[in-house]
């Protein structure tokens, strides 16, 4: 399995490299099964055949124990380009950074990139980071998390605030270089006044070789109770050392589109005395202004009759706005110092000794959020970067309506009818969800020069990111049935004319309907209002999504044939919201999802639909993401819910004498069966566990003998032996089945491993879904019911099609994505109107024929059609409706 023809080509997400990489990269890359027999071997070369210092590590396997996917890392330095993965003799001692990263576990664990050092907090610590030095000097010392909690909330706005810090319970490394370090810190907060613990954390502190910055990636999970706990702010802070005078002290807060706000502690230009260009010029670049003595004696001498500014804040409480404040002490008022659109998350504090700097992912899109610095005055300043900021109103997480009368489930089923939400009493609450956020941290050595901060800003918030090319990605023969754009024919091009269409409407949707906030930044809305011009934000199951009928899939699948950044990181930010917001990571839910609601968490309907890995699992090995890898590793063991929450529990037809049984438990095959085949393929895969492996093959080799295979629709699964019981004899067909990754699912592990029957009964259900009822009741002596989603089971069709060479049944497949049925989206209808005037708040684009989110099946089944039916389109004229 090895050779010296492996070679993985690479590219820059952004389509060009960056001018510097002063944070390093980290990414995944996929190996065609049986290539590699581990990572010892791989290499990064460039184009003219150069090694670059790198770190590999295997993220997944093959069933034959190579390796599948391999995470990959460099650390600052030199930008590559045109660079590609490529294998050489194991043996061969690998090229090592200059300054490798270094990890001591000592008495606490000290980390050096070479360029700053840190050192990490112990179990039982009230701070997250213990110090930060560059050359030699601490810029930072107990990076600490806060939190403010407010018991009540009046109509006034007002209430008392208690005050919390970090705990930390656990200290863990889990890579240690040579050009990528990570550490992990577990921990909860603690009232400073009190014994109240709440809001557990993860923070994983990622370190690269070179490097002067951190990269936190900080998760907290919602644990208190939405009736009585309001949390008034969330943040991290750090006390920032300075020693220089307060005129060579400097304030940076980024503002919108590349621009700063620059000032020091204490000015000293716009005087009415002048204390040379010299030394204006130096102060305004954040250069040392030299020895006052040296300066115009009418300014020098008159230095203490200059006020300085001992507090600055800027706050983003609306993602279109922020507004930046400044004050001499407490007990003084606060001045207007600036305001703009859209802050990006960053703040610093610098003198020409070095100084320290938070930034902040995604800043104004995830708002409120607020950067304070205080004490700027004294010899050791703070600094906060809040992201939930207490200058706004407190969190409030109660459920937005009474319950309007439904108290059982006769009344929650009539109102399913009327406003399509699923409502049970107690079901809307929040204890369990969770928010990740990514946070830089910056170790200066001296006040970066405006460029410099710029530069810095824009990676912030545009990491640099090297990804395996599309090609490549298909070559490798990961996540199923897709393939590269081809436009090589008139009707191939419609097509995919419309594709973009599609995701270029929903990337622009995103911003002007202000889908953004601490909750709901990443998701989309479910349905469109054409009556008042706005998606159903306030009706029931019609508002935020929730993954239903799997955007998150059409995003990544669009992104692997096209490699769009912008695809991308509407992916991601797609991926860090449905995995964390819309699932429990604790509790009574743990492992399940809520389905789509005006809340996030409001749906009674909590299933493993939501929460499955097959919406992660791409994200994951294309970054190497760790935390992603969390969510993958909290569903293990997901199948303990049917235990005590039945997903049908409303519509079961034997309520009567249904009861949950460990060894009888009623699993869907579809919705169900697909995310736990997702949780076992990808524990698998990941970590060889033997016992997900056992399942997985298991109760596919059991669909497989069920008499009636995928039809059969629910069957009976003994949680203790991960095996269903196969004498169930029953047809039930639902239109949702497929449409939450069974099919993604189901083509990969095809291919993946052979389990007698499992294709032919995939296969069988593919063919029979929109087959004629004649067809139908001559295979299983009945007609299916229930069929609906024509369009979107068209790639259903395609599937047994290609894989049984069925000329006929492509043609059909097309004419069904073509044709007629329910919720059909048809590329001809796609019609942008500009909506302005009275009419709408705003100015917004919309498209009458867009009602339901059928644009993610739409774009899926376009997808997938092609990869396995292309051939068999028209070469010019398009299929008739």
Known sequence: MTGNSLRIPLRWLD????????????????????????????????????????????????????????????????????????????????????????????????????????????????????????????????????????????????????????????????????????????????????????????????????SAQLRLVHTVIWDGDAESDFLAGLGIRADVPLRAPLHDRHVRLAGAGGGLFAEAVRGITGLRRDPGHDVRAAQIAGRPTGDPATWKPAVSQRLHLIPAWADVTLTQLSADGFRIRKRTGAGHAWIDAGAGTRAEGYASISDPEGGFAIGIRSFWQSCPGQLDLRDLTGDRAQLTAWLYAPAAEPMDLRFYHDGLGQDDYAS???????????????????????????????????????????????????????QPTPQHLHEAGVFGDWAPIDRSTPLRAEIEDSLDFLLDFYLGQVDQRRWYGFWDYGDIMHTYDLDRHVWRYDVGGYAWDNSELSPDLWLWYSYLRSGRADVFRFAEAMTRHTGEVDVYHLGRWQGLGSRHNVQHWGCSAKQLRISSPVYRRIFHYLTADERTGDLLDELRDSDERFLDTDPTRKVREDAATYRPDPKALAVGLGTDWSALAATWLADWERTGNERSRDRLLGTMADIAALPNGFLTGEALYDIERGRFDTSRERIAVSHLSAVFGLVEVCSELIDLVDVPGFREAWIDYCRLYLASPEEQQAAVGQTLTGIHLEQAHSRLLAFAAARTADGDAARRAWEAFEGVGEWLLHRRDLELHRLTGPEVLNPVDEVPSLGTNDAAQYGLAAIQNLALIGDALPSEAPVTR
Request: proline share 8%; charged share 25%.
């Open 15 to 210: 389509g060009h490299a960056p001018e510097a990489l002063p944070a390093g990269a980290t990414w995944g890359v996929p190996v065609a099964r049986g290539r590699l027999a581990s990572t010892g071997g791989l290499r990064l070369r460039t184009a003219s055949g150069a090694d670059v210092p790198a770190q590999f590590w295997p993220l997944a396997t093959w069933p034959d124990g190579s390796v599948k996917w391999a995470g990959c890392a460099i650390g600052a330095g030199p930008v590559p380009d045109d660079c590609v993965v490529t294998e050489a003799d194991a043996a061969q001692q690998p090229p090592a950074p200059s300054a490798p990263v270094r990890v001591d576990e000592g008495e606490r664990v000290v980390v050096d990139t070479g360029a700053l050092r840190v050192a990490i907090g112990r179990v039982g610590d009230d701070v997250l980071l213990h110090r930060v030095e560059r050359g030699g000097r601490a810029v930072a010392e107990d990076v600490r998390l806060v939190s403010l909690l407010q018991d009540e909330i009046d109509e006034d706005g007002g209430g008392t605030r208690r005050r919390f810090r970090c705990r930390v319970d656990g200290v863990a490394v889990e890579q240690r270089g040579p050009a990528r370090a990570v550490i992990r810190i577990d921990g909860v907060h603690r009232e400073e006044r009190g014994d109240r613990a709440w809001l557990p954390f993860r923070v994983r502190v990622v370190a690269v070789a070179g």
């Open 412 to 466: 929650q089923l009539d109102a399913l009818e009327i406003t399509y939400e699923d409502y049970e009493p107690g079901f809307g609450d929040p204890h369990g969800v969770a928010r990740t956020h990514e946070i830089t941290l910056f170790a200066h050595d001296r006040t970066p020069s405006a460029a410099e901060t710029a530069s810095a800003v824009e990676q912030l918030q545009r990491p640099p990111l090297l």
